[in-house]
């Protein structure tokens, strides 16, 4: 039997559709205005702006060209979204951590490679090194 349930829109195709979404109301064009310049169903586009649906690449490039804007711009906004969400997410875990007392080797080398390893730890952290001599002559 063939599935032919629609595949989940991930993070990245949300932080898309948001941006999507924001720039049509921006320029104050209506979802009805946009389904017709892009020969979309308005009821499919309004799936698609609330990141319910996947846009396919054509979509895209149809949407955005109906909302006069270049698709790597979309794309690196909904990029550098995603960028800052995960910075917010890792920041409680890195400030609960604390910082590590290198002299007296805190933190388990053993241990936290064996986390990373096991996919447990999501980061890790690079203790620091003597300053490179440098000797321009």
Not at 60 to 81: G, K, S, T, V
Request: aromatic letters at 4%.
């Amino acid at each position: 039997m063939i599935d032919k349930s629609k595949p989940a829109v991930g993070a990245f195709g949300k932080a898309v559709a948001r941006h999507l979404q924001a720039r049509r109301a921006h320029q104050q064009i209506t979802q009805q205005q946009l389904s017709t310049e892009t020969e979309i169903s308005q009821s499919q586009l309004s799936k698609q702006l609330r990141g319910l649906r996947a846009i396919s690449i054509d979509e895209f490039e149809l949407i955005c060209a109906a909302l006069n804007i270049e698709m790597e711009d979309i794309l690196r906004l909904a990029e550098d979204e995603m960028a800052n969400e995960t910075v917010t997410q890792l920041r409680p875990r890195i400030e609960q951590m604390g910082t590590p007392d290198v002299e007296s080797k805190q933190y388990d080398e053993d241990a936290i490679l064996d986390g990373i390893n096991a996919g447990t730890e999501k980061f890790a952290a690079q203790e620091s090194t003597d300053p490179l001599e440098e000797n321009y002559t």
